[in-house]
């Protein structure tokens, strides 16, 4: 998995720290549109960062790449993974007692937008 250089609202916008665009990572740019950072691979929108919740889409690239990509800006205990070709948004208790729990999965399609708090 590519590490990148920023994936939560604080580090992005301490990363950028007044520029308009940045490269994150390998294909992966980010850029400010007023208070949301937009995340792209190769050049295409998948991520929305907002102070207080990500929006995400798979921009029609149910690839290994534009999931993993999407999952590092993801809030704990929620996830992007595929099932017999089929892409998931998987929502889990990430603070349970005994750590990781079975939560909920719904099948998403890879061109819309979806929102995760």
Not at 12 to 18: M, Y
Not at 35 to 49: A, G, K, P, Q, Y
């Amino acid at each position: 998995m590519a590490t990148l250089k920023a994936t939560t609202y604080t580090e992005l916008d301490r990363l950028l720290a007044g520029d308009f665009e940045r490269v994150i990572g390998n294909n992966t740019r980010c850029h400010c549109d007023g208070d949301v950072f937009v995340i792209t691979l190769h050049r295409n929108e998948i991520v929305r960062v907002h102070p207080d919740h990500v929006e995400f889409t798979l921009a029609g690239w149910n690839t290994v790449t534009t999931r993993e990509r999407v999952n590092q800006f993801l809030p704990r205990g929620a996830s992007v993974n595929t099932h017999d070709y089929v892409a998931h948004l998987s929502r889990w208790d990430a603070d349970a007692e005994h750590g990781y729990r079975e939560g909920e999965a719904e099948s998403i399609s890879s061109d819309q937008w979806y929102t995760v708090d």
